[in-house]
């Protein structure tokens, strides 16, 4: 029973711990007007890089890798 409740704790712990990161790696693969959204869905409705591009070409990162 101690083993059990233990196990239960641990995965409630790692659900806290993962689903925050899940839902970040999922939000930036949405479109603006998706993230923004008062609904905020879960998954995507189409995945998109374009937050990636914004991320890395308007910050002029990108510009280091474009040489």
Known sequence: ???LLLNLVVIAVGVI???PFAWVL???FKPKA???SMTRPW???HFTLENYQDAL???NIG???SQ
Do not use: Q
């Open 26 to 28: 999922l939000s930036s």
């Open 43 to 45: 998954w995507p409705s």
């Open 17 to 19: 711990i993962v689903v």
């Open 34 to 36: 998706e993230v923004m």
């Open 57 to 59: 070409f308007r910050s």
């Open 63 to 65: 510009l280091l890798f």
């Open 1 to 3: 029973m101690r083993k």
